[in-house]
């Protein structure tokens, strides 16, 4: 469906942030953007409160009319109002969900996937193989009050036992509502059909059961899509219906609110499959930080045989493109700084700030801005800080997307000498660095940066690309809307992302491998149009080559011995790098980055990164104290 | 848009506070009653934590789904030692009929039929008597020599079946407990290790002095007091009441060991910008109830409470001192109407909660000064309109260099560029000291015009 006019909302743990879209120029792009502080706490706790400010934001900056007595004008009459209304929402906490399996690594890792790929927060995984007592799940289960629950568990056909126990498990605790007194928990059970009816038994009175098709009806089979159709419908029935001020909000736009991250998610598998890119993104919000990733695997397969117990299967070789989606609940700029600082440890934050640290004033810092997450940086010293915290986040974030982002585990193999000489095993990382084309940050901190540098450099020091990586960010912060807008409008929804959302900021190119310190990694040819040009990559040293956005240019990749610039060890290789706003970074840090262990030495090291990239007004030493 | 957060001090207004037991107890409080913070409304002698699990199916040799069948008394049930719980019967030839008798004094609280579990929950007695347990004779051993044989000492506290005593110190010839509780007694004179049951009852205090306005069955009360009421920003430990009283002259000024004595014990003391490592210390050497300070530094609290604050959930912690920051973290003098309002109370009985939760529910930690009872006058509660900037409102700052500044706003300037480079609105803000400095929308809290 084409709208003229659309007005999108991402409700955001601390930010609403509304966009104006329309085809007024004869192509669909972005108009305006406002934002206002998201109102869905205590004092105000109605959501619709920071959706109207944004939108009256719109108003005052579009001169167009969209609100009457509070409520909005679509579809648009004339210079009034808008065509449609969208909402994404990733406020109060998002949709926080508790999952159960039978084994950890099998139906319990199945559901954990299933829940993130609905854009949920898996608050806690449970399974009958965990070290925790019947009783200690459901205290656990008490304490967390989850807005929804997966559960599975067995083949179809298969045993009962462990699988209405866990039933039995989520009835006894008996979860009290976190959004109003009248919510009923949603349990999705997506296990052995056989056991659905003991099931009901056990959860009827205390929740609502909605059956699916089981997350693994064999052991080597593995169906998400329809327990994640479910948990979207659930979230909007009941979730979403249950929070302050929602109900107004789902009225505005016809019943439909996507959870933020599966929202973003929409558009970067799109980008993934319209450019055949492996595509890496990340989503960084004041509460938690979601990854995605849409890559193109080559891979084997397990392919059970029906042969008998003792000839299992074989592997069969896969080209296919993986989506994945994890959400890090707790790894976040404002609400959730705390965390970050728990999870990282202090000498892991302070390691990116170009000055010596005080740990009780940095620690200050973090509590303040988790007690009041709507404050922003004033000073140069907390922009770092911030940005270092975020470096962290995205870090922490990125190594738990890539220990989800596994084939399916717990499959029974019978190897051939082959096979064991090959040592594949289940459940093995999907894809590496080398493959990655492309990554995309998002989210106020990478968004919002003042300079596209500081974004740059972010992105390359949390994720730390291998090989040649376009690095891209979200222009203001816009992905989720886009999300939603795809749901209706694939085609427009692209236009917006490409022409105003994805601001190339350049490429990195990593080389890897164990030179000394001080040797060249490799020597890079770079073929402009007023002639070559040769780079050194030394070890150690970040280097900038200003390209413009739009600018193409050829380079010729000469690593050295056993180091590997995305063809193997040594090999050299021709690629195209393209231009944006920041330019070609060369990064010779190796992966993972060394850092002096000296506290002055580091700060100069970090000084000398920083000043390369321009990323910083001024980082002398002590100057932003 | 200029929508802002708001400080929280509020005079001579209502405040209502639901005061539930956790277990199902009994109610003692009557509506209308008058009540002091340290009155029970309620008590139950069910004991917190995990009730005890009775694996009956493995008792009985059956499946799990025969359990049920068994059953001789019912959910909810209460039950003592001795009831039969569950009666198997069986033919001769199978062993004819097996009773289930139950160990415990307490509650059914459920029959898994998964498992063919049954889960008691413990009630405690004030009347329960010692239990002594003679292990040297069981063990066959000389009584003098009785703690080369224990695994147990003073003070220990078992659970049903755990080791007391054995003979090769592994557990092969051992004398379980038969109950579980604290062991009180070891008596090499008699050869005996004496066991208490624990009596522990959960008692719903008032908490505030006030009125009892509503009674919810089986579980509490609803008491409602007027009063004075401050919101703090981050505390830390449970609720506690004392008298207020004042241990700093400044609100600049820091509390430190040298302020607190003996003589604080049970009160709830406050101060200025915060409070020295060794003031904590102090605190809890001296029994102090509450610490109320305008900062408190993020290090210290990691120390006293080994652990990170993390995701900024607190109240739960086992300290016997609650902290309370009302300004932030850090040494923050405290905001001079606060600081005002706290001296004009010292003296009286302050109830504080530290309590906080910065997210999806949010809780603030919270200072309450209620009138005495016997003065309890007519208020209503105020309406919670956000409150939005305007020249002239006052606000103070929530960011470095001007932490806790309170002023108020001389003029609101269009975007512009700061020292991060960002370009945003600002609002000058002429401070109490004069000058006038500049502050994002977003890093002011608004004091109300």
Same mark, same amino acid.
């Given at each position: 469906?084409?709208?003229?006019?659309?007005?999108?909302?991402?409700?955001?743990?601390?930010?609403?942030?509304?966009?104006?879209?329309?085809?007024?120029?004869?192509?669909?792009?972005?108009?305006?953007?406002?934002?206002? +502080?998201?109102?869905?706490?205590? +004092?105000?706790?109605?959501?619709?409160?920071?959706?109207?400010?944004?939108?009256?934001?719109?108003?005052?900056?579009?001169?167009?009319?969209?609100?009457?007595?509070?409520?909005? @004008?679509?579809?648009?009459?004339?210079?009034?109002?808008?065509? !449609?209304?969208?909402?994404?929402?990733?406020?109060?906490?998002?949709?926080?969900?508790?999952?159960?399996?039978?084994?950890?690594?099998?139906?319990?890792?199945?559901?954990?996937?299933?829940?993130?790929?609905?854009?949920?927060?898996?608050?806690?995984?449970?399974?009958?193989?965990?070290?925790?007592?019947?009783?200690?799940?459901?205290?656990?289960?008490?304490?967390?009050?989850?807005?929804?629950?997966?559960?599975?568990?067995?083949?179809?056909?298969?045993?009962?036992?462990?699988?209405?126990?866990?039933?039995?498990?989520?009835?006894?605790?008996?979860?009290?509502?976190?959004?109003?007194?009248?919510?009923?928990?949603?349990?999705?059970?997506? #296990?052995?059909?056989?056991?659905?009816?003991?099931?009901?038994?056990?959860?009827?009175?205390?929740?609502?059961?909605?059956?699916?098709?089981?997350?693994?009806?064999?052991?080597?089979?593995?169906?998400?899509?329809?327990?994640?159709?479910?948990?979207?419908?659930?979230?909007?029935?009941?979730?979403?219906?249950?929070?302050?001020?929602?109900?107004?909000?789902?009225?505005?736009?016809?019943?439909?609110?996507?959870?933020?991250?599966?929202?973003?998610?929409?558009?970067?598998?799109?980008?993934?499959?319209?450019?055949?890119?492996?595509?890496?993104?990340?989503?960084?919000?004041?509460?938690?930080?979601?990854?995605?990733?849409?890559?193109?695997? !080559?891979?084997?397969?397990?392919?059970?045989?029906?042969?008998?117990?003792?000839?299992?299967?074989?592997?069969?070789?896969?080209?296919?493109?993986?989506?994945?989606?994890?959400?890090?609940?707790?790894?976040?700029?404002?609400?959730?700084?705390?965390?970050?600082?728990? /999870?990282?440890?202090?000498?892991?934050?302070?390691?990116?700030?170009?000055?010596?640290?005080?740990?009780? *004033?940095?620690?200050?810092?973090?509590?303040?801005?988790?007690?009041?997450?709507?404050?922003?940086?004033? !000073?140069?010293?907390?922009?770092?800080?911030?940005?270092?915290?975020?470096?962290?986040?995205?870090?922490?974030?990125?190594?738990?997307?890539?220990?989800?982002?596994?084939?399916?585990?717990?499959?029974?193999?019978?190897?051939?000498?082959?096979? @064991?000489?090959?040592?594949?095993?289940?459940?093995?990382?999907?894809?590496?660095?080398?493959?990655?084309?492309?990554?995309?940050?998002?989210?106020?901190?990478? !968004?919002?940066?003042?300079? =596209?540098?500081?974004?740059?450099?972010?992105?390359?020091?949390?994720?730390?690309?291998?090989?040649?990586?376009?690095?891209?960010?979200?222009?203001?912060?816009?992905?989720?809307?886009?999300?939603?807008?795809?749901?209706?409008?694939?085609?427009?929804?692209?236009?917006?992302?490409?022409?105003?959302?994805?601001? +190339?900021?350049?490429?990195?190119?990593?080389?890897?491998?164990?030179?000394?310190?001080?040797?060249?990694?490799?020597?890079?040819?770079?073929?402009?149009?007023? #002639?070559?040009?040769?780079?050194?990559?030394?070890?150690?040293?970040?280097?900038?080559?200003?390209?413009?956005?739009?600018?193409?240019?050829?380079?010729?990749?000469?690593?050295?011995?056993?180091?590997?610039?995305?063809?193997?060890?040594?090999?050299?290789?021709?690629?195209?790098?393209?231009?944006?706003?920041?330019?070609?970074?060369?990064?010779?840090?190796?992966?993972?980055?060394?850092?002096?262990?000296?506290?002055?030495?580091?700060?100069?090291?970090?000084?000398?990164?920083?000043?390369?990239?321009?990323?910083?007004? /001024?980082?002398?030493?002590?100057?932003?104290? | 848009?200029?929508?802002?957060?708001?400080?929280?001090?509020?005079?001579?207004?209502?405040?209502?506070?639901?005061?539930?037991?956790?277990?199902?107890?009994?109610?003692?409080?009557?509506?209308?009653?008058?009540?002091?913070?340290?009155?029970?409304?309620?008590?139950?002698?069910?004991?917190?934590?995990?009730?005890?699990?009775?694996?009956?199916?493995?008792?009985?040799?059956?499946?799990?789904?025969?359990?049920?069948?068994?059953?001789?008394?019912?959910?909810?049930?209460?039950?003592?030692?001795?009831?039969?719980?569950?009666?198997?019967?069986?033919?001769?030839?199978?062993?004819?009929?097996?009773?289930?008798?139950?160990?415990?004094?307490?509650?059914?609280?459920?029959?898994?039929?998964?498992?063919?579990?049954?889960?008691?929950?413990?009630?405690?007695?004030?009347?329960?008597?010692?239990?002594?347990?003679?292990?040297?004779?069981?063990?066959?051993?000389?009584?003098?020599?009785?703690?080369?044989?224990?695994?147990?000492?003073?003070?220990?506290?078992?659970?049903?079946?755990?080791?007391?005593?054995?003979?090769?110190?592994?557990?092969?010839?051992?004398? =379980?407990?038969?109950? *579980?509780?604290?062991?009180?007694? @070891?008596?090499?004179?008699?050869?005996?290790?004496?066991?208490?049951?624990?009596?522990?009852?959960?008692?719903?205090?008032?908490?505030?002095?006030?009125?009892?306005?509503?009674?919810?069955?089986?579980?509490?009360?609803?008491? /409602?007091? &007027?009063?004075?009421?401050?919101?703090?920003?981050?505390?830390?430990?449970?609720?506690?009441?004392?008298?207020?009283?004042?241990?700093?002259?400044?609100?600049?000024?820091?509390?430190?060991?040298?302020?607190?004595?003996?003589?604080?014990?049970?009160?709830?003391?406050?101060?200025?910008?915060?409070?020295?490592?060794?003031?904590?210390?102090?605190?809890?050497?001296?029994?102090?109830?509450?610490?109320?300070?305008?900062?408190?530094?993020?290090?210290?609290?990691?120390?006293?409470?080994?652990?990170?604050?993390?995701?900024?959930?607190?109240?739960?912690?086992?300290?016997?001192?609650?902290?309370?920051? &009302?300004?932030?973290?850090?040494?923050?003098?405290?905001?001079?109407?606060?600081?005002?309002?706290?001296?004009?109370?010292?003296?009286?009985?302050?109830?504080?909660?530290? *309590?906080?939760?910065? *997210?999806?529910?949010?809780?603030?930690?919270?200072?309450?000064?209620?009138? +005495?009872?016997?003065?309890?006058?007519?208020?209503?509660?105020?309406?919670?309109?956000?409150?939005?900037?305007?020249? #002239?409102?006052?606000?103070?700052?929530?960011?470095?260099?001007?932490?806790?500044?309170?002023?108020?706003?001389?003029?609101?300037?269009?975007?512009?560029?700061?020292?991060?480079?960002?370009?945003?609105?600002?609002?000058?803000?002429?401070?109490?000291?004069?000058?006038?400095?500049?502050?994002?929308?977003?890093?002011?809290?608004?004091?109300?015009?």
């Amino acid at each position: 469906m084409r709208y003229q006019s659309v007005l999108a909302v991402d409700v955001g743990s601390t930010t609403t942030k509304a966009l104006l879209m329309d085809n007024s120029s004869g192509e669909f792009r972005l108009r305006y953007r406002a934002e206002a +502080p998201t109102t869905v706490e205590r +004092p105000v706790e109605n959501v619709m409160i920071g959706v109207q400010n944004a939108i009256e934001g719109l108003e005052q900056l579009s001169g167009r009319q969209f609100l009457q007595d509070s409520q909005l @004008i679509t579809p648009a009459k004339g210079d009034i109002g808008v065509d !449609s209304f969208m909402a994404t929402s990733s406020a109060g906490g998002g949709l926080q969900m508790v999952v159960g399996g039978i084994w950890q690594t099998m139906t319990a890792d199945s559901a954990k996937k299933a829940a993130l790929g609905a854009g949920a927060i898996v608050m806690d995984v449970f399974s009958a193989d965990d070290d925790r007592n019947p009783l200690e799940k459901i205290q656990r289960i008490q304490e967390l009050r989850p807005d929804m629950i997966l559960l599975s568990g067995g083949v179809d056909g298969g045993n009962t036992t462990h699988v209405t126990s866990l039933a039995e498990v989520v009835a006894l605790a008996k979860p009290q509502p976190r959004l109003g007194k009248s919510y009923t928990l949603p349990v999705v059970y997506a #296990g052995n059909s056989k056991a659905r009816g003991i099931v009901d038994s056990f959860l009827e009175e205390v929740s609502i059961v909605k059956h699916v098709a089981n997350l693994r009806p064999t052991l080597e089979t593995e169906v998400l899509d329809p327990a994640r159709e479910q948990i979207h419908d659930l979230f909007m029935e009941h979730v979403m219906a249950h929070a302050p001020g929602y109900p107004e909000l789902l009225e505005w736009c016809g019943n439909v609110i996507l959870p933020t991250p599966g929202s973003v998610g929409r558009i970067i598998d799109m980008m993934g499959e319209k450019f055949d890119v492996n595509v890496v993104a990340a989503d960084i919000g004041g509460a938690t930080t979601d990854i995605f990733s849409s890559v193109y695997l !080559s891979y084997r397969r397990f392919v059970p045989s029906e042969k008998g117990l003792w000839d299992r299967g074989y592997f069969e070789q896969v080209n296919e493109r993986k989506f994945h989606r994890s959400v890090s609940a707790n790894l976040g700029m404002s609400y959730s700084i705390g965390n970050i600082l728990a /999870e990282s440890g202090i000498s892991n934050i302070s390691r990116w700030l170009p000055f010596e640290v005080d740990e009780g *004033r940095l620690r200050d810092w973090c509590g303040n801005k988790m007690i009041r997450p709507t404050t922003l940086p004033q !000073s140069l010293w907390s922009l770092l800080i911030e940005q270092a915290f975020a470096r962290e986040a995205l870090r922490l974030a990125f190594h738990r997307h890539m220990d989800l982002a596994r084939g399916l585990r717990g499959i029974s193999i019978k190897r051939s000498i082959g096979d @064991i000489l090959n040592q594949e095993s289940s459940g093995q990382r999907l894809f590496s660095m080398l493959e990655v084309d492309a990554i995309v940050g998002s989210g106020g901190v990478l !968004s919002h940066a003042p300079r =596209r540098s500081q974004a740059m450099s972010m992105i390359i020091d949390s994720f730390q690309p291998q090989g040649i990586t376009e690095i891209y960010v979200d222009s203001i912060f816009m992905m989720p809307q886009l999300g939603v807008l795809s749901t209706v409008d694939s085609e427009a929804a692209l236009d917006v992302f490409l022409k105003d959302c994805l601001v +190339p900021l350049g490429t990195c190119i990593a080389p890897v491998g164990s030179p000394r310190l001080g040797s060249t990694l490799a020597t890079a040819e770079i073929m402009f149009s007023e #002639g070559k040009k040769l780079f050194r990559i030394q070890t150690g040293e970040l280097t900038l080559v200003p390209l413009s956005p739009g600018q193409r240019v050829e380079i010729n990749l000469r690593p050295v011995s056993g180091v590997d610039v995305g063809e193997g060890p040594g090999k050299a290789m021709s690629a195209v790098a393209i231009g944006g706003q920041v330019g070609i970074v060369f990064d010779g840090r190796n992966r993972p980055i060394n850092f002096p262990r000296n506290e002055r030495e580091r700060a100069a090291q970090l000084s000398s990164w920083y000043n390369t990239l321009n990323a910083y007004p /001024e980082t002398k030493e002590g100057t932003m104290q | 848009m200029t929508f802002v957060s708001e400080l929280q001090i509020k005079e001579d207004t209502v405040i209502r506070r639901q005061r539930l037991l956790i277990f199902p107890g009994k109610v003692t409080a009557e509506v209308g009653q008058r009540v002091q913070p340290d009155a029970i409304l309620a008590k139950t002698e069910l004991l917190p934590g995990m009730p005890v699990a009775i694996d009956l199916a493995s008792f009985f040799g059956v499946s799990p789904d025969q359990v049920v069948g068994t059953m001789r008394k019912r959910v909810g049930d209460h039950v003592q030692v001795g009831d039969v719980l569950a009666v198997m019967e069986n033919g001769l030839l199978e062993g004819g009929r097996k009773i289930y008798s139950s160990p415990y004094k307490g509650l059914i609280e459920h029959i898994s039929h998964s498992r063919g579990l049954l889960l008691v929950r413990e009630e405690s007695s004030i009347d329960e008597p010692v239990l002594e347990v003679n292990v040297a004779k069981a063990l066959n051993i000389s009584p003098r020599f009785l703690r080369t044989f224990c695994h147990v000492h003073e003070g220990d506290e078992v659970a049903l079946g755990s080791i007391l005593a054995s003979i090769d110190g592994v557990g092969g010839e051992a004398v =379980r407990s038969p109950l *579980r509780g604290t062991v009180s007694n @070891i008596d090499t004179r008699t050869g005996t290790i004496s066991l208490l049951k624990p009596y522990s009852p959960s008692y719903a205090k008032a908490f505030l002095a006030g009125k009892v306005t509503e009674i919810i069955p089986d579980r509490g009360a609803v008491v /409602e007091a &007027t009063g004075t009421y401050v919101e703090g920003v981050f505390g830390v430990g449970g609720e506690q009441f004392g008298t207020l009283t004042q241990v700093t002259k400044q609100q600049d000024e820091e509390i430190d060991a040298l302020h607190i004595s003996e003589e604080h014990q049970g009160q709830v003391i406050f101060g200025g910008a915060g409070i020295t490592r060794g003031g904590m210390e102090a605190a809890l050497e001296n029994k102090v109830a509450g610490v109320v300070v305008g900062g408190l530094r993020s290090m210290d609290l990691v120390m006293l409470l080994g652990k990170e604050i993390s995701i900024g959930i607190t109240g739960h912690e086992a300290i016997i001192t609650t902290f309370i920051a &009302t300004e932030g973290f850090g040494s923050v003098p405290m905001l001079d109407l606060t600081y005002r309002i706290l001296q004009k109370h010292a003296g009286r009985t302050a109830s504080i909660n530290g *309590r906080t939760q910065i *997210r999806a529910g949010v809780q603030r930690p919270e200072i309450i000064i209620a009138h +005495p009872v016997e003065q309890l006058p007519d208020a209503s509660a105020k309406s919670a309109n956000p409150p939005r900037l305007a020249v #002239g409102s006052k606000v103070r700052a929530i960011v470095d260099p001007y932490f806790g500044q309170a002023g108020h706003i001389v003029a609101m300037i269009p975007p512009k560029q700061l020292p991060t480079e960002v370009v945003m609105p600002v609002l000058h803000v002429k401070l109490l000291d004069g000058r006038i400095v500049e502050l994002l929308t977003n890093n002011v809290e608004s004091m109300g015009r």
